[in-house]
Protein backbone atom coordinates (compact mmCIF):
# COMPACT_ATOMS: atom_id res chain seq x y z
CA UNK A 1 0.00 0.00 0.00
CA UNK A 2 1.48 3.59 -1.17
CA UNK A 3 0.17 6.13 1.11
CA UNK A 4 1.11 10.16 0.66
CA UNK A 5 1.04 12.96 3.11
CA UNK A 6 0.28 16.65 2.82
CA UNK A 7 1.58 19.30 5.54
CA UNK A 8 -0.09 22.54 5.35
CA UNK A 9 1.95 25.10 5.95
CA UNK A 10 0.57 27.96 4.28
CA UNK A 11 -1.33 30.55 6.52
CA UNK A 12 -0.44 33.60 7.12
CA UNK A 13 -0.43 33.52 11.10
CA UNK A 14 -2.04 36.07 11.80
CA UNK A 15 -3.22 35.86 15.26
CA UNK A 16 0.16 34.81 16.45
CA UNK A 17 1.50 38.44 18.18
CA UNK A 18 4.39 39.77 16.59
CA UNK A 19 5.83 36.63 14.62
CA UNK A 20 4.99 33.49 12.81
CA UNK A 21 4.03 30.19 14.61
CA UNK A 22 5.39 28.12 11.66
CA UNK A 23 9.22 29.92 12.70
CA UNK A 24 8.96 29.19 16.48
CA UNK A 25 11.07 27.23 18.07
CA UNK A 26 10.18 24.56 20.84
CA UNK A 27 13.26 23.12 22.44
CA UNK A 28 15.50 24.58 19.61
CA UNK A 29 13.56 22.97 16.53
CA UNK A 30 10.97 25.34 14.59
CA UNK A 31 7.57 23.82 15.00
CA UNK A 32 7.45 23.59 11.17
CA UNK A 33 10.22 21.21 10.84
CA UNK A 34 8.69 19.00 14.06
CA UNK A 35 5.80 18.14 12.22
CA UNK A 36 8.16 17.75 9.20
CA UNK A 37 10.32 15.22 10.84
CA UNK A 38 7.53 13.39 12.57
CA UNK A 39 6.31 12.24 9.46
CA UNK A 40 9.75 11.60 7.78
CA UNK A 41 10.40 8.88 11.16
CA UNK A 42 7.34 7.37 10.28
CA UNK A 43 5.97 4.84 7.72
CA UNK A 44 4.34 7.46 5.36
CA UNK A 45 6.20 7.70 1.88
CA UNK A 46 5.80 10.92 -0.24
CA UNK A 47 5.84 13.93 2.10
CA UNK A 48 4.75 17.30 0.58
CA UNK A 49 5.11 20.54 2.71
CA UNK A 50 2.28 23.46 1.23
CA UNK A 51 3.78 26.49 1.96
CA UNK A 52 2.27 30.44 0.78
CA UNK A 53 3.95 31.82 -2.15
CA UNK A 54 6.32 34.64 -2.12
CA UNK A 55 7.76 34.08 1.39
CA UNK A 56 10.51 31.63 1.80
CA UNK A 57 10.66 31.98 5.71
CA UNK A 58 8.81 28.38 6.69
CA UNK A 59 10.59 26.40 3.34
CA UNK A 60 13.93 27.65 5.07
CA UNK A 61 13.02 26.74 8.99
CA UNK A 62 11.58 23.46 7.69
CA UNK A 63 15.09 22.95 6.35
CA UNK A 64 16.15 19.66 4.59
CA UNK A 65 14.49 16.21 4.83
CA UNK A 66 12.77 13.43 3.18
CA UNK A 67 10.24 16.34 2.12
CA UNK A 68 9.16 18.06 -0.86
CA UNK A 69 7.72 21.76 -0.96
CA UNK A 70 4.86 22.79 -3.04
CA UNK A 71 4.28 26.79 -3.20
CA UNK A 72 0.81 27.40 -2.90
CA UNK A 73 -0.09 30.83 -4.47
CA UNK A 74 -3.41 31.37 -3.52
CA UNK A 75 -2.72 30.61 0.28
CA UNK A 76 -5.04 33.63 1.07
CA UNK A 77 -8.10 32.01 -0.45
CA UNK A 78 -8.29 29.58 2.52
CA UNK A 79 -6.74 26.40 3.38
CA UNK A 80 -8.62 24.08 0.79
CA UNK A 81 -6.58 25.57 -1.72
CA UNK A 82 -3.39 24.07 -0.19
CA UNK A 83 -5.09 20.54 0.40
CA UNK A 84 -5.75 20.82 -3.63
CA UNK A 85 -2.16 22.24 -4.21
CA UNK A 86 -0.92 19.00 -2.07
CA UNK A 87 -3.45 16.94 -4.23
CA UNK A 88 -2.21 17.90 -7.24
CA UNK A 89 1.48 17.47 -6.89
CA UNK A 90 1.31 14.10 -4.72
CA UNK A 91 2.41 10.59 -6.16
CA UNK A 92 -1.23 10.07 -8.62
CA UNK A 93 -0.94 5.93 -7.77
CA UNK A 94 -1.08 7.09 -3.51
CA UNK A 95 -3.77 4.50 -2.14
CA UNK A 96 -4.46 6.87 0.40
CA UNK A 97 -3.55 10.54 1.52
CA UNK A 98 -2.50 11.72 5.43
CA UNK A 99 -3.30 15.45 5.66
CA UNK A 100 -1.26 17.00 8.61
CA UNK A 101 -1.32 20.79 10.19
CA UNK A 102 1.99 22.19 10.73
CA UNK A 103 0.95 23.98 13.66
CA UNK A 104 0.16 21.16 15.47
CA UNK A 105 3.93 20.49 16.89
CA UNK A 106 3.12 17.14 19.26
CA UNK A 107 1.97 14.85 17.00
CA UNK A 108 4.50 11.50 16.55
CA UNK A 109 5.62 9.39 14.37
CA UNK A 110 4.05 6.57 16.57
CA UNK A 111 0.63 8.05 16.42
CA UNK A 112 0.98 8.82 12.25
CA UNK A 113 2.09 4.88 12.14
CA UNK A 114 -0.99 4.14 14.69
CA UNK A 115 -2.89 5.67 12.29
CA UNK A 116 -0.88 3.98 9.30
CA UNK A 117 -2.00 0.41 10.49
CA UNK A 118 -5.49 1.30 10.97
CA UNK A 119 -5.70 2.37 6.91
CA UNK A 120 -3.94 -0.44 6.35
CA UNK A 121 -6.86 -2.76 7.63
CA UNK A 122 -9.45 0.09 5.80
CA UNK A 123 -8.38 1.44 3.37
CA UNK A 124 -11.70 2.47 2.18
CA UNK A 125 -11.72 4.51 5.26
CA UNK A 126 -11.50 8.03 6.42
CA UNK A 127 -8.63 7.29 9.44
CA UNK A 128 -8.25 10.32 12.77
CA UNK A 129 -7.66 9.91 16.37
CA UNK A 130 -10.46 10.50 18.58
CA UNK A 131 -10.33 11.23 22.22
CA UNK A 132 -11.86 9.40 24.84
CA UNK A 133 -14.52 11.60 24.97
CA UNK A 134 -15.04 11.90 21.12
CA UNK A 135 -13.28 15.14 19.84
CA UNK A 136 -11.92 14.19 16.10
CA UNK A 137 -7.94 14.60 15.94
CA UNK A 138 -5.31 14.88 13.54
CA UNK A 139 -3.86 13.88 11.59
CA UNK A 140 -6.77 12.18 9.02
CA UNK A 141 -6.38 9.87 6.66
CA UNK A 142 -7.88 9.92 3.58
CA UNK A 143 -8.82 6.90 1.09
CA UNK A 144 -8.24 7.50 -2.66
CA UNK A 145 -11.65 7.33 -3.45
CA UNK A 146 -12.54 10.40 -1.79
CA UNK A 147 -9.49 12.30 -3.44
CA UNK A 148 -12.12 13.94 -6.16
CA UNK A 149 -14.13 15.28 -3.56
CA UNK A 150 -10.88 16.87 -1.60
CA UNK A 151 -10.57 18.86 -4.86
CA UNK A 152 -13.73 20.59 -4.92
CA UNK A 153 -13.62 21.82 -1.15
CA UNK A 154 -13.60 25.42 -1.28
CA UNK A 155 -12.37 28.24 1.78
CA UNK A 156 -11.10 27.70 4.83
CA UNK A 157 -12.42 24.54 6.32
CA UNK A 158 -10.45 22.02 4.87
CA UNK A 159 -11.97 18.95 4.26
CA UNK A 160 -14.46 19.52 6.90
CA UNK A 161 -17.40 19.14 4.77
CA UNK A 162 -16.25 15.72 3.18
CA UNK A 163 -15.68 14.38 6.59
CA UNK A 164 -19.47 15.23 7.55
CA UNK A 165 -20.83 13.51 4.38
CA UNK A 166 -19.21 10.32 4.98
CA UNK A 167 -19.83 9.39 8.05
CA UNK A 168 -20.18 5.72 6.91
CA UNK A 169 -16.41 5.85 6.12
CA UNK A 170 -15.50 6.64 9.88
CA UNK A 171 -12.72 4.62 11.55
CA UNK A 172 -11.91 6.54 14.29
CA UNK A 173 -8.95 5.21 16.24
CA UNK A 174 -9.00 5.76 19.90
CA UNK A 175 -6.35 8.13 20.99
CA UNK A 176 -5.04 9.41 24.94
CA UNK A 177 -2.59 11.20 23.10
CA UNK A 178 -2.87 15.19 23.67
CA UNK A 179 -0.83 15.73 20.86
CA UNK A 180 -3.83 15.05 18.16
CA UNK A 181 -5.61 17.42 19.50
CA UNK A 182 -3.15 20.76 20.23
CA UNK A 183 -3.05 22.90 17.77
CA UNK A 184 -1.01 26.39 18.19
CA UNK A 185 -2.36 29.81 16.97
CA UNK A 186 -0.97 32.53 19.56
CA UNK A 187 1.62 32.88 21.80
CA UNK A 188 -0.05 31.57 24.72
CA UNK A 189 -1.22 28.67 23.00
CA UNK A 190 2.80 28.16 22.44
CA UNK A 191 3.62 29.00 26.35
CA UNK A 192 0.99 26.33 27.42
CA UNK A 193 2.58 23.67 25.29
CA UNK A 194 5.83 24.15 26.14
CA UNK A 195 5.09 24.08 29.80
CA UNK A 196 7.24 21.37 31.89
CA UNK A 197 4.31 19.95 33.22
CA UNK A 198 1.78 20.10 29.95
CA UNK A 199 1.60 16.51 28.18
CA UNK A 200 1.46 17.66 24.94
CA UNK A 201 5.21 18.62 25.02
CA UNK A 202 7.25 16.54 22.66
CA UNK A 203 11.05 16.21 22.77
Known sequence: MKLAAVILAAGRSSRFENGHKLLAEIDG?????????????SKIG??????????????????HGRWRIVENPDARD???TSLR?????????SDGLLVALADMP???????DTLVSAFEINPDAIVFPASPDGRR???????????AALQTVSGDSGGRSVVADHRDLWRPVACDDPGAFADIDTRADLATFIAPDQPTRRK
Do not use: E, Y
Request: charged letters at 15%; glycine letters at 10%.
Open 29 to 41: VSMVRRVCSALAQ
Open 46 to 63: DIILVTGANDDRVAKAAG
Open 78 to 80: GLS
Open 85 to 93: AGLRNIDPT
Open 106 to 112: GISSALI
Open 137 to 147: GHPIIWPRSLF
